[in-house]
């Protein structure tokens, strides 16, 4: 089994690009079957078997590429093999006919504002990829495929609206009850169609062990074929990484991309992870800052070696409520379990919804910025860690007015304008399904839904 095992492995030859699970007790698969099945028989992750590194010149003209040449570019090193250029160029420029811009908040720190998406919110990149790419797949199939996807937030609205109305498709949305915000639930809530909305007694962690078990059970995968929208899919994950070559591209624009730190906000670390790959691919980035709120898993993992996953608690950054984050497996794949080497790439910052409110009061009445609570979290962590010489970009994941009511709460003035997208939602009627947390219960109702 060839494995990069956090090495840059750049191969002479074109053979199609395999994929190996991170428990590394299977074989490894073609892109369309990582993408197709989501999660590994063992389990595991799927991880491409190598990240071959972009040239020297296309670094030097980056600032002069648009978002949606760069992320051509980028896709090519990953999907290249297996999408004709064509077809692969149609699914990028498709997926993003929206722009990331930079805006400057205060001395060198800036933010990427990533929530210009159909559903504002940064996961709308790997949304609508995955879509289109699973679409590309399964052109001329006559079986169905069933995604399944758990959400804290802004994942569900993400995917659900991604792919809505695609043929050969059906998309369930399972999501903690009363553990989102009212617009971030409307937003997969009222579309019907295609998508239904399962609404969990419990957890995000308990929703995505509801999917997680799903994939493993037998009686399951002779019945449906099933796959995950989650980050823990390969055509979910990898797109994210273009959000971190334009941030650089911008920068330089600027002139202002010499020493580049990025802080991400941080749940189930699908974006920081994308990061990681787009900084062996090249990309040069310093650091990267995994900003957390008191879900600190990882951060105590930075401080101690010891990774110790736990339940989930609720806070008003609720897309990063996650105990035990999927993609974590990734990182230590990728810098072969060395706590040392993950160290070195990235610090950690954690942060209570006191805190979080705080920074958002502070940074919107002193420099007229708005931030959303997760948004908020990364630019506290730039505020603590930055040295003289460095800039600072924090992801801003998703828009302000998808949490009105905690944002209006904090800063006390006035009305968050409700954008239009959202609005639309708001005016829809909620359908959705309720169930337990036990996979019994799941395992009955996908069954009778055939």
Not at 151 to 165: E, I, R, Y
Not at 251 to 276: C, D, H, M, Q, Y
């Amino acid at each position: 089994m060839y494995s990069c095992n956090g090495r840059i492995a750049i191969r002479p030859n074109l053979d199609s690009m395999k994929y190996y699970s991170t428990n590394k007790s299977v074989n490894e698969v073609s892109l369309k079957e990582a993408v197709t099945k989501g999660l590994a028989d063992d389990n595991g992750l799927f991880m491409p078997e190598r990240i071959e590194k972009l040239p020297e010149s296309f670094f030097d003209n980056i600032h002069q590429m648009s978002f949606q040449e760069i992320s051509f570019e980028v896709a090519k090193k990953f999907f290249g093999e297996d999408v004709p250029e064509a077809d692969l160029k149609e699914i990028v420029y498709d997926t993003l006919n929206f722009d990331c811009p930079i805006q400057h908040v205060n001395d060198n720190i800036y933010s990427l504002e990533l929530f210009h998406g159909p559903t504002l919110a940064f996961k709308d990149v790997g949304g609508r990829f995955m879509a289109r790419l699973l679409g590309y797949f399964l052109k001329g199939n006559k079986g169905y495929v069933n995604v399944l996807v758990a959400t804290s937030g802004d994942t569900g609205s993400a995917v659900a609206n991604g792919f809505l109305g695609v043929e050969g498709i059906h998309v369930y949305v399972l999501y903690p009850k009363g553990k989102v915000s009212e617009i971030q639930e409307k937003q997969f809530t009222t579309l019907g169609q295609n998508i239904t909305a399962i609404e969990v007694e419990g957890t995000f962690d308990d929703c995505q062990r509801l999917v997680k078990t799903a994939f493993l059970d037998e009686n399951l995968k002779s019945a449906l074929t099933l796959t995950s929208a989650n980050s823990i899919n390969v055509a979910r994950f990898l797109p994210q990484a273009f959000y971190y070559f334009n941030a650089y591209a911008r920068l330089r624009e600027k002139r202002i991309a010499e020493e580049v730190v990025i802080s991400v906000p941080s749940g189930n670390f699908g974006n920081l992870t994308a990061g990681l790959f787009a900084k062996k691919m090249g990309l040069p980035i310093k650091r990267f800052i995994a900003a957390n709120n008191e879900n600190d898993i990882v951060y105590n993992y930075l401080k101690s070696g010891s990774y110790e996953p736990r339940s989930s608690v609720q806070t008003i950054a609720n897309a990063m409520d996650v105990g035990d984050p999927s993609n974590f497996a990734r990182i230590l794949d990728l810098y072969g379990h060395s706590h040392k080497a993950i160290s070195a790439e990235m610090k950690g910052y954690r942060y209570s919804d006191a805190e979080i409110r705080e920074v958002v009061s502070d940074v919107y009445h002193k420099y007229a910025y708005l931030p959303d609570p997760h948004g908020a979290t990364g630019y506290k962590a730039l505020e603590e860690d930055l040295l003289d010489g460095e800039v600072g970009v924090f992801l801003e994941t998703a828009h302000p007015a998808k949490f009105t009511e905690t944002v209006e709460r904090i800063i006390g003035v006035g009305k968050v304008p409700l954008p239009k997208k959202l609005a639309e939602f708001m005016k829809g009627e909620k359908l959705s399904v309720s169930l337990g947390s036990d996979f019994e219960g799941f395992k009955k109702f996908l069954l009778e839904e055939v």
